[in-house]
């Protein structure tokens, strides 16, 4: 099946400094991957839509220019949290559709999230 | 926009108990139906989705669920729970042709006990 995995798994970074998840489809190509952020006992939020080759698509009061994403490749997304707080604090989930089975479904698959934990 | 319900934010039950978890959705369009579990410690699986066609769906692990357009419902359904069962359940939905957007429900914590 296809496999999506993040990294680092967890992190623990002080107040003001920035932080880089990667998400990767490691079986399949993912023009479209998206970030979802999940606090403590609620549900996945969307933050952004990921597009290959151009920029990402933010949803409504999520701050662009703190959590830049960046999708270079097919492969490969990353969530840069910048100038962290700890009102950053989350569990930081990317999922990722296959783009040769777009056709087919609009079916995302999850990586196993990344745990950010700003003091 | 859309928004997703889940009636029961806690269930538990004892083992071979039957299992309905309530999903209802508000959104003007067609749109597709997914379950998700969430395995203490895992990352979210997909159960079982229901784009078109048959609106009784059935999933992995013994799971299904009906599409009630009606009633703008998409419950989960098990005869039989087990205690592998353990996991929080999310319902989401995207409308079809809607960029892919998924929106959750707050999930769903099922506990089955021995």
């Known amino acids: 099946g296809a496999v999506v995995s993040q990294h680092p798994s967890w992190v623990i970074c002080k107040s003001g400094t920035s932080v880089k998840i990667e998400c990767r489809s490691l079986?399949?190509?993912?023009?479209?991957m998206f970030w979802y952020r999940q606090f403590p006992k609620q549900s996945l939020m969307l933050m952004a839509t990921?597009?290959?080759?151009?920029?990402?698509?933010?949803e409504q009061g999520v701050e662009k220019d703190k959590f830049l994403i960046n999708h270079a490749s097919l492969t490969l997304s990353t969530l840069t949290v910048t100038s962290a707080h700890p009102e950053d604090s989350s569990f930081y989930i990317c999922?990722?559709?296959?783009?040769?089975?777009?056709?087919?479904?609009?079916?995302?698959?999850f990586g196993p999230g990344t745990r950010l934990t700003v003091l | 926009a859309q928004s997703v319900s889940q009636h029961n934010h806690h269930v538990i039950l004892s083992e071979a108990a039957s299992l309905e978890l309530g999903c209802n959705y508000s959104?003007?369009?067609?749109?597709?139906l997914f379950w998700y579990v969430q395995y203490p410690g895992q990352h979210l699986q997909l159960l079982l989705k229901?784009?078109?066609?048959?609106?009784l769906v059935k999933g992995i692990k013994g799971f299904e669920a009906e599409f009630i357009k009606s009633k703008f419902s998409f419950n989960l359904r098990k005869p039989s729970v087990q205690w592998s069962d353990t996991a929080e359940y999310f319902c989401?939905?995207?409308?079809?042709?809607?960029?892919?957007?998924?929106?959750f429900g707050t999930g769903t914590q099922l506990k089955v006990e021995l």
């Open positions: 079986d399949f190509q993912a023009t479209t």
């Open positions: 990921s597009n290959e080759g151009s920029k990402a698509t933010y």
């Open positions: 959104y003007g369009g067609t749109v597709n």
């Open positions: 989401a939905v995207s409308p079809t042709g809607g960029g892919n957007k998924l929106t």
């Open positions: 999922s990722a559709r296959d783009s040769i089975k777009a056709g087919e479904s609009n079916e995302q698959f």
């Open positions: 229901y784009f078109s066609g048959d609106p």
